[in-house]
């Protein structure tokens, strides 16, 4: 197993870490008990066992992360895969990345993401984390059509989890 060591984004200029293996249970873990760290817990929009988080962290000195874990999911099948937003409406939604999901139901990714991004994040912009079971060539489509209209990807999928960002860099 590697284990890579990421911090949290936290409210002063500490900084909290944590170890976390593939799936990033150990650093979802932390950051639910840490109310200076910038996350979302993700819950079903309409009930369900399906659950995870998204914490915002550091990997290194440089590099800006969204990390994702969910559990309780159904696998995805051929052309297919789980997509994670940063979320305000339908119509200003960003996508951050998308995974496939095996038959264990459980979700572990991390994202790089640009620092500009968690100014949109501080500032309200995108306020919510959004996971979307999604149909890949359903996605492309959305892609061309806002190619053609000079416009960002409109949201897509069916949504499983959502959650509000709170922590320090969140806009209250």
């Given at each position: 197993?590697?284990?890579i060591?990421i911090?949290?984004?936290s409210?002063?200029?500490?900084?909290?870490s944590d170890?976390?293996?593939?799936s990033?249970?150990?650093?979802?873990?932390?950051?639910?008990?840490n109310d200076?760290v910038?996350?979302?817990?993700l819950?079903?929009?309409?009930?369900?066992?399906a659950?995870?988080?998204?914490?915002?962290?550091?990997?290194?000195?440089?590099?800006?992360?969204?990390?994702?874990?969910?559990e309780?999911?159904?696998p995805?099948?051929?052309?297919q895969s789980?997509?994670?937003w940063?979320?305000?409406?339908p119509k200003?939604?960003?996508?951050?990345?998308s995974v496939?999901?095996?038959?264990e139901?459980r979700?572990?990714?991390?994202?790089?993401i640009?620092?500009?991004?968690l100014a949109?994040?501080?500032?309200?912009?995108?306020?919510q984390?959004?996971?979307s079971?999604?149909?890949?060539?359903?996605y492309q489509?959305?892609v061309?059509?806002?190619?053609?209209?000079?416009?960002?990807p409109?949201?897509?999928?069916?949504?499983?989890?959502?959650?509000?960002?709170?922590?320090p860099i969140a806009?209250?």
């Amino acid at each position: 197993m590697v284990l890579i060591a990421i911090a949290v984004f936290s409210g002063g200029s500490d900084s909290n870490s944590d170890s976390a293996g593939a799936s990033g249970s150990s650093t979802a873990a932390a950051a639910a008990e840490n109310d200076k760290v910038t996350q979302a817990v993700l819950e079903p929009p309409d009930g369900g066992d399906a659950s995870g988080s998204a914490v915002f962290g550091r990997v290194g000195k440089e590099e800006i992360v969204l990390q994702v874990t969910g559990e309780g999911l159904e696998p995805t099948d051929e052309g297919q895969s789980y997509t994670i937003w940063l979320y305000r409406t339908p119509k200003l939604s960003l996508r951050v990345g998308s995974v496939p999901v095996g038959h264990e139901g459980r979700l572990g990714a991390r994202f790089a993401i640009p620092a500009e991004l968690l100014a949109y994040v501080a500032s309200g912009a995108f306020n919510q984390v959004y996971v979307s079971r999604t149909e890949n060539a359903a996605y492309q489509r959305e892609v061309a059509r806002a190619k053609e209209n000079k416009s960002l990807p409109r949201y897509t999928g069916e949504t499983v989890l959502t959650g509000e960002i709170t922590g320090p860099i969140a806009k209250k």
